[in-house]
Each structure stands twice: as C-alpha cells, then as structure tokens.
C-alpha cells in the first residue's frame, strides 16, 4: 500500500510531462527546459522512493525472490542497452563479453540479477569519462548437483574510470555512502543505497560481491586504473535444446575462411569483441584506429567489415570525414559489407552514408551478439559461402476449447476500452493517453471502482447484448480501488461465462514483486506499472485476445 500511494503522485507528475512535452504545443526553449527539469527530477525521486522502498522490505525480512527460466545473454544486453545514450554522451565504449561455456538459460530471478548488474554497471558509467566500461560473464566453477548442473556464474565489471582510493573502501556496500564521491567533487547523483540492496540481493542468492583489486586497464597505451566489481551467484543450468530459443542460441556454420575486420578506438574492446565473433566460427581481426584500418584493407580481402562511427566522423560533431570516405572506397573490395557500430546519438548522421554504392548496416554500440549473428548470417547466405538452414517461424500454440490446438492467434482489432482508475489525475493521464494513440472518445468508458468495470462489461459484452459494436475489448484496470478493487473485479468478470472476455491490463503504481503474478493469477493479460508508458499502453492494447476463440457463440 506504502508503494502504491508514493508511487500514484508521482504517475501524475511524470506522464503529465511526457504528454505536455510531445503534444506539439509552441513551447519555447525555456519552457522545454523547465519541463524536462521537472521530468529527469521527478524520475531521480521515483529512482530514490523504488531504493528506499527495496531496503525497507530486505531489513524487515520481507522482499521474495521470484525464480524464472533466464537468458543470461540477453539479460546482459538488455541491461547494458538502458544505459547506452548516456555512455555515448560520456564517450564510454561499452563492450560485453560472455565466455562460451556459460549457459545461454539459467533459473534465477531476472528482475533482481538486472537490478544488482544495472548498480555496478551505471556506477562505471557514472564515474567515467572518454573511456572504457567492460561487462563480463564467466562460469567460476561447476557444481555437480543431481538431477541438474549448478553452475557458478560469475559477474565482472571493470572501468577505466576515477578509481576508488584504498582509503575509501571500507564505505563500500554501506547505506548512504558513495565511496568515489570523496574522490571528486559533489558532481554525480545517487542515494549511496545501489551497492547495500545488490550485496543484500546477492547475500539472498547465497552469493558473493566484492571490490577487486584492479590490473591497470590500458588505454592506448596510458594506463588507467578504474575500479573493477565481481558478484557470482550459484544458478541451475536448463539445457535449452527443447525450448524456443533465440536463433543465436543455435547458429549455423559459419566458413572458418569468412573474413571479419573490426576496427576501433579502443585496443581492449576491439579485442572482446573480436574475440566474441570467433565464438561464431568466422575469422575475426582487429586493429586499432584509421590508419591501421586502411593498411589492413588494402592488403587483404574481407567479407565483412565492422568500424566504430567515431573512426568516420572523428570530431564527435556528427560530420562524415570526407577524405576518410574517399580513403575507404579505394582500398575496400566492392563486395565487401560494411557495418558501423554507432551510438543511439548519431544513427541518423550514418544513415545516409554509401561505400560503393551501398549503405552500411548499423549496428547500436555495443551491439547485441544476436543483431550481429543475423547481419553475418545473411552476409553469408548472399555469398552463398553456406546455406544456413531454413529457421521456420514458431506459431503461438493456442487451445480451442475443443481441446485442439489452432497455430495462430485471432487478427486484433479496434475495440472499446474500459479504464477503471478512481484517481482524477490518472484518468485524465489515461484519457489523453488514449487519444494521442489513436482512440476518440466514444472509444473508451472511465469509471471509478471494480464494480461499476463489472457492472459495464455485464451490460455491454454480454451474449444477449445486441449491438456488438459497443462490447469491450480491453480493460485498464488499476489494482487499488474503492467499492472492489481490480484483482476481484477481474475474478468476477472471468466467472462470467455467458460474456465476451476483453483483455484486461493491469494499470497500477503496484511495483513490489509479486505483483505481477497476483495480477495474472487474478486473470489479466499484462501488467503496466505506473508512470504509464504510452509504447508499452499501445503494445499491450494490440496484444492478442485468446478468451473467445469461438465467437460466434457469444
């Protein structure tokens, strides 16, 4: 309840600004300013309510862990791509690196491990500057556990950033204290609460955290200490071959004679991620910088080549150097594919770029293994090098209520939408919400309470009901409400048995684990915490209704 009534204010203050500052009104320079000071203050208190709230629960022995099947690779990317306009901003070259014999699928709780990765890893972010940031993931040890492996699966993250002084580490993992704020002046935010819940959380997954003494990272040739933080927690390895996996979990033959040139800034991070695309079975080189890029072109033949955006617009302004374009299309083979790893900031600057004719694919730094495995892949299917095998689309399995099973879902379409929300505010947020994605207002019905949602979806989606055209489709239903709250009014409304069955999404400041799964367990179809995100409202609106396969029934 705590979370809920700190968080609904908030709701209202951050989806107000967002709709304020994309609603094509003529503010001026300051008013934009005023409103995203509002919006980034805002997000920092939501950032410092969710710390606190977490503390709170881990001291009084309350806060669960919630153990779901994982990908650890994709975790990582994920959790690294949150991050990735502020270290391009930063000028921080991020790079992941997952060693082969760590599993793809673990069990584990994903939103914790994402929260103690997301500490460590924005830290580095935060405290570095024109370097290098470096995600790393490693089995440390099996344990032989039957019926299933254990493995140990450990976490690095290294920087080149200011360092922690010997003299400052005892601060470490204590609330309240930012051990690297004494090294510089007060310029960075943070509540000093990151690194007391992720040594908690990892203390509840019987793991370790610590603070490594660190090899000097070089940078070019300068040395650069950083700060280097290691977490391992034990997980239960799932063997994969039976489930539904991302296609890089099972690549196809990549030709040990296909030929891949990464060029970088960074000596360290074309190394890894060299390194990464040999796991794939190509043959991968890197050099550091333009000139030994040329070199490289102009002696030898490649298939592919992966450059840093940097190296093509070395000014950091978003202007292609034009002698460097020029110097690139004389050494470089007309069949060759150039890819360009490029930040978030400066997509547009590339998209207009031609070698040879051709545009270059982008890639978002630092790329995600399975972006690249796709992009080597078709690469290697227009050259005909290999012929990767046929992946066929997975349909989503749906059960009939004959008992059979129909391949694809029912084709959305347009429907009304009920809101349930008692909060002014929120439904006013939901309202304008709704409309800026394309809903009129003869569209959607608000009320107050689960029982008039009831009492609505009773009146318009049931079978007796003859126009059709004004039944339901969705429900936005908010969790905490006077009269019925939602979790009972979605319980009464899937007892209904002679209605048609609208999606119902669950719309709430309800951010605590376990929320989610009593929103699903009560009957809805998704859960969206508050503050609402207009994407997420408009994909999870389209998201197929499997409730009334037959109907005609209705």
Request: charged content about 20%.
């Amino acid at each position: 309840n705590m979370s809920h009534e700190i968080r609904t204010p908030m709701n209202g203050i951050i989806a107000g600004t967002d709709l304020l500052s994309n609603s094509g009104s003529n503010l001026n320079d300051d008013q934009l300013e005023i409103l995203g000071i509002i919006k980034h203050s805002s997000e920092s208190m939501l950032i410092l309510i969710n710390d606190i709230l977490d503390l709170s629960r881990i001291e009084a022995g309350k806060l669960e862990l919630f153990y779901s099947v994982l990908d650890i690779r994709d975790l990582v990317d994920n959790t690294v791509s949150v991050l990735g306009q502020l270290a391009a901003r930063k000028h921080v070259d991020v790079c992941v690196k997952v060693s082969p014999d760590v599993p793809h699928l673990v069990h584990g709780d994903p939103i914790r491990l994402r929260q103690i990765l997301l500490n460590l890893y924005g830290n580095s972010v935060k405290f570095t500057e024109n370097g290098i940031v470096i995600v790393q993931v490693e089995i440390n040890k099996k344990i032989n556990s039957s019926p299933s492996n254990v493995d140990v699966i450990h976490f690095v993250v290294r920087d080149s950033g200011i360092g922690i002084p010997h003299s400052q580490r005892n601060l470490l993992f204590h609330k309240f204290s930012q051990a690297r704020d004494h090294c510089v002046a007060k310029t960075t935010e943070g509540s000093g609460l990151g690194l007391a819940i992720s040594k908690s959380l990892v203390k509840m997954m019987r793991g370790n955290i610590w603070l490594a003494d660190v090899p000097e990272i070089s940078l070019n040739g300068n040395p650069n200490l950083g700060s280097e933080f290691h977490f391992e927690v034990p997980m239960l390895s799932e063997n994969y071959q039976d489930m539904k996996c991302p296609e890089y979990l099972h690549p196809m033959k990549i030709p040990g004679n296909f030929q891949v040139l990464v060029a970088k800034n960074q000596e360290v991070t074309g190394k890894i991620f060299a390194e990464e695309l040999s796991a794939l079975g190509c043959h991968a080189e890197n050099v550091v910088g333009i000139s030994q890029m040329l070199e490289k072109l102009a002696g030898k033949k490649y298939d592919v080549v992966i450059a840093e955006s940097t190296l093509l617009a070395p000014k950091n302004d978003g202007v292609l150097d034009q002698q460097v374009l020029a110097d690139l299309s004389a050494v470089m083979h007309g069949d060759a594919q150039m890819m360009i790893l490029v930040s978030i900031l400066d997509r547009q600057t590339f998209g207009s770029m031609t070698i040879w004719g051709h545009a270059p694919e982008l890639l978002t730094n630092p790329p995600r293994m399975s972006q690249v495995y796709d992009k080597i892949a078709a690469v290697v299917k227009s050259r005909q090098l290999a012929s990767p095998p046929s992946i066929p689309s997975i349909p989503i399995p749906i059960a009939e209520s004959n008992g059979k099973v129909r391949d694809t879902p029912p084709s959305p379409r347009r429907s009304r939408v009920l809101v349930a929300e008692d909060n002014q505010v929120n439904q006013r947020i939901i309202q304008k919400m709704l409309i800026r994605i394309g809903y009129k207002p003869s569209d959607f019905l608000i009320v107050d309470d689960g029982q008039m949602a009831v009492d609505a979806i009773r009146k318009y989606n049931s079978s007796d009901s003859h126009d059709k055209s004004l039944r339901f489709g969705a429900i936005l239903m908010d969790v905490f409400m006077p009269v019925m709250d939602g979790l009972n009014a979605s319980m009464e409304i899937r007892a209904m048995k002679d209605a048609y069955q609208p999606l119902i999404i669950a719309l709430t400041a309800n951010a605590m684990r376990g929320d989610q799964e009593k929103s699903i367990n009560a009957g809805m179809d998704a859960h969206m915490t508050k503050p609402a995100n207009i994407t997420i409202l408009k994909q999870n609106l389209a998201l197929p209704n499997t409730h009334n396969l037959d109907e005609d029934a209705l």
